[in-house]
């Protein structure tokens, strides 16, 4: 009789074909070299990253994390230690990897961005805000053209009144001497829904903003790869 291990693996069946039996034109770096990174999958890119010589290997490492999400969020010590040809050193630079992409998109250049809607605010930090495990409140500081001035982390923690002081929210507005701001925080678990306590959050941040002269424009909700906007519910506003 078999036990069965504590370890999976990402194997190789023998019928399976490998990247190097692969024509040329297909393996995946040459069609990299050819048509750049945006055409390949995510097991593509994932297969270059690891240095994996079967395909079939990065489809399975992202089908049993979900996809991208899930496996961004993976822990490292579980990604060295569960899979077949993914040692420490690989998932190192997975998670190196990772990381680079979420830096690039925060150290984005926002001075030219106008903010127009509420997605086009979400846009800026869905990315980087929708995966954080921990919440946190970030504000986009504009100016009177609702141009980006400055994106503001204020709060790590659980947002409520009990903790959030409402003066540290427009600190930075008030020395970039700007003309509104739109406040954001995410939800780890990725419902969007708003609590009471983030609608009465927003009641207070609104009339603090009106008795200084700087407009809270919106409250975005963050969550996964979704959003949900305050304003256009007309809570708190």
Same mark, same amino acid.
């Given at each position: 009789m078999n036990t069965p291990t504590q370890m999976s693996f990402l194997t190789t069946p023998s019928a399976r074909v490998t990247i190097r039996e692969l024509p040329t034109t297909e393996q995946p770096q040459e069609r990299l070299n050819r048509y750049g990174p945006a055409v390949l999958s995510s097991a593509e890119l994932l297969a270059i990253v690891l240095g994996l010589t079967d395909l079939g290997q990065a489809e399975t490492l992202l089908a049993r994390y979900e996809g991208l999400d899930g496996l961004v969020k993976a822990p490292l010590a579980e990604l060295a230690g569960r899979y077949r040809g993914i040692g420490r050193g690989k998932a190192h630079? @997975? !998670? &190196?990897?990772? +990381?680079?992409?979420?830096?690039?998109?925060? &150290? $984005?250049?926002? =001075?030219? @961005?106008? #903010? !127009?809607?509420? &997605?086009? &605010?979400?846009? $800026? @930090? @869905?990315?980087?805000?929708?995966? $954080? =495990? *921990? +919440? =946190?409140?970030?504000? #986009? #500081?504009?100016?009177?053209?609702? *141009?980006? $001035?400055?994106?503001?982390t204020v709060y790590k923690g659980s947002l409520n009144t009990a903790v959030l002081r409402i003066a540290e929210v427009f600190r930075e507005a008030i020395r970039l001497n700007a003309a509104g701001l739109i406040v954001a925080h995410n939800h780890p678990s990725g419902d969007v829904s708003p609590s009471p306590e983030d609608v009465h959050v927003t009641r207070q941040l609104v009339e603090a903003g009106k008795l200084l002269s700087i407009d809270v424009l919106d409250h975005l909700v963050l969550g996964g790869h979704t959003f949900l906007s305050l304003k256009e519910r007309g809570l708190g506003f």
């Open positions: 630079q @997975l !998670k &190196a990897a990772f +990381e680079l992409g979420r830096r690039s998109i925060v &150290a $984005l250049p926002p =001075e030219r @961005l106008r #903010i !127009k809607s509420p &997605a086009d &605010a979400a846009g $800026l @930090l @869905l990315a980087d805000m929708g995966a $954080l =495990e *921990q +919440e =946190e409140l970030r504000t #986009i #500081i504009v100016d009177s053209k609702n *141009q980006v $001035l400055k994106i503001h």
